[in-house]
């Protein structure tokens, strides 16, 4: 009888360890946020932000219930062009005086495909003060053991397209910058 009382309550407590939320936060190292756009209709501009931090809790091992909160140094944008660097900066686009970081965070995660790794993801975009919900693909390359640092990480790429002006970003007029904008986002994280 003893013998049983305990296997119940092992099997008890590892419901609850599992249940338990787990935190993950990036690996700079290996985590990148990108975007493209349009140039005049007939050339691709790429660009990244430098500075970001991004975080994700989740009590599931699939991260079916996960929450995504990223922060944006918005200033940290990189073209590859200095003085598009500094116009995108100025009132012209981003104002980053005004409004220095870009966030979001996720709102829901649903499994529309029918494949486990791939998901779709919602939530709330804040960008030159104005907040949006938007939903974008998900994909959860997996978990390894990390050689190096012996901890464990998760992969996940984000992609998906946004419209610049639902942030009153840049002028309206799509013929010189496309209003559509793609995001691609590639993040390792570590577990805590």
């Known amino acids: 009888m003893k013998q049983i009382f ?3 309550v092992a099997i008890a407590l590892a419901d609850l360890s599992f249940s338990q939320t787990t935190a993950w936060k990036d690996d700079p190292m290996h985590s990148k946020l990108t975007f493209i756009v349009t140039h ?7 660009g990244l932000f430098q500075k ?5 809790t989740s009590s599931k091992t699939d991260f079916s219930d996960a929450v995504f909160i990223l922060s944006v140094d918005v200033a940290s944008i990189n073209t590859e062009v200095k003085m598009r660097d500094d116009d995108l900066n100025s009132p012209n686009f981003f104002d ?3 409004y220095p970081s870009m966030t979001f965070k996720s709102t829901s995660i649903h499994n529309t495909t029918g494949m486990k ?4 993801i919602t939530g709330d975009l804040t960008l030159h003060g104005v907040t949006k919900s ?50 691609k986002a590639d993040g390792e994280f570590f577990k805590q």
């Open 40 to 46: 005049r209709g007939f050339s691709s501009i790429f």
């Open 117 to 120: 790794d791939r998901l779709k």
């Open 134 to 183: 938007v939903t974008m693909d998900l994909w959860f390359r997996g978990t390894i053991e990390d050689a190096m640092s012996k901890k464990t990480k998760a992969g996940f790429q984000l992609t998906g397209n946004i419209n610049r002006t639902d942030f009153n970003v840049g002028p309206p007029d799509p013929f010189d910058i496309s209003t559509d904008v793609m995001i």
């Open 52 to 56: 970001f931090e991004a975080t994700v």
């Open 6 to 8: 305990f296997i119940l």
């Open 96 to 98: 980053v005086v005004k």
